[in-house]
């Protein structure tokens, strides 16, 4: 698949079917993850892959219920350990670079799995402190994102985007 293709054709999948993701497949979904880029090179992240149903249970509920987190054969959940950034950063960051890295290994982690045939949903509305208590989070570990993958059960149409005229400036505003 090329790249422009792959940006361009993923989308948000929230149904999914039975069908696992091959320990493979998510061995190079991960790598990818980890080939993203992190502020200091100090990579804040944290993957946790969950395939149990009582604990993809656990999150479907800190996430406003959404099915996607049940349905899918597996979850992961990028979390962050903010003091690795703040160690060189101070409390920029703390606040920030380390989302940001946790963003951008998301995006490879959605590229790579389109890429693999699976689909993948950004899930951020959840009750942050319900996921670590789910997943058993040390203190100053932070969940940020979670990726339910899987096969498709759906074929979602593109959604409007703003026109790049709107939106992008040249030295400026």
């Given at each position: 698949m090329e790249l422009f293709e792959a940006i361009k054709g993923r989308r948000s999948?929230?149904?999914?079917?039975?069908?696992?993701?091959?320990?493979?497949?998510?061995?190079?979904?991960?790598?990818?993850?980890?080939?993203a880029p992190s502020a200091g090179n100090c990579q804040p992240w944290e993957f946790i892959v969950v395939k149990n149903p009582r604990v993809k249970q656990k999150l479907k509920e800190a996430a406003q219920n959404q099915n996607s987190l049940t349905e899918a054969p597996v979850v992961i959940v990028i979390c962050t350990d903010a003091s690795r950034?703040?160690?060189?950063?101070?409390?920029r960051g703390r606040k920030?670079?380390?989302?940001?890295?946790?963003?951008?290994?998301?995006?490879?982690?959605?590229l790579a799995a389109y890429g693999l045939g699976y689909g993948t949903c950004w899930i951020g509305a959840f009750e942050e402190t319900e996921v670590a208590e789910a997943l058993g989070a040390p203190t100053g570990v932070r969940p940020v994102i979670m990726i339910p993958i899987g096969k498709p059960a759906?074929?979602?149409?593109?959604?409007p985007r703003c026109p790049l005229k709107k939106i992008s400036r040249l030295d400026g505003f």
């Open positions: 999948i929230r149904r999914f079917r039975p069908d696992s993701v091959g320990d493979k497949d998510l061995e190079n979904i991960l790598e990818a993850a980890i080939a950034s703040a160690e060189r950063y101070g409390e920030l670079y380390c989302i940001q890295d946790t963003a951008a290994a998301a995006q490879n982690i959605h759906e074929n979602p149409t593109p959604r």
